[in-house]
């Protein structure tokens, strides 16, 4: 999901299974409330992930959802059954060509160009 149009302020958290919690907030105040409440669950939703066996599923989506309204959490996806990379908008684009610094490759996010969350390129050297 992307931010919101009155979004001015994002922050992203990854955990260590890979699910992604994205904090959207109009103002100081909701962002300010936001960390806090995220803060007193944090160590809820660590041991929720590892009751779960370290992947998020969607009854704990659903929680974190409900507990955050401004909060999107984002599974991460699966792998790639044909060894292409995969980032959370889905399948990563391999590309290449020639620069004036010379040959470049790299996977590419699917998200459209511009985008705000747009993933970094993965950069084959």
């Excluded at 992947?55 to 704990?60: G, I, L, Q, Y």
């Excluded at 020639?98 to 040959?103: D, Q, R």
Aim: proline letters at 6%; hydrophobic letters at 40%; aromatic letters at 6%.
């Amino acid at each position: 999901m992307a931010a919101p149009e009155s979004t001015k302020f994002q922050i992203n958290y990854k955990l260590s299974d890979g699910t992604l919690i994205n904090l959207y907030a109009t103002d100081v105040r909701e962002l300010e409330t936001g960390l806090a409440d995220l803060g007193m669950v944090a160590a809820l939703i660590k041991s929720t992930g590892a009751d779960l066996g370290g992947s998020a599923t969607a009854s704990a989506v659903a929680a974190i959802t409900q507990a955050f309204p401004g909060a999107t959490p984002v599974a991460a996806p699966a792998p790639s059954a044909d060894g292409g990379k995969q980032c959370r908008h889905g399948a990563m684009a391999f590309k290449s060509g020639t620069s004036a610094k010379g040959p470049w490759q790299g996977w590419m996010c699917a998200s459209p160009k511009g985008a705000v969350d747009k993933c970094d390129t993965i950069w084959v050297r």
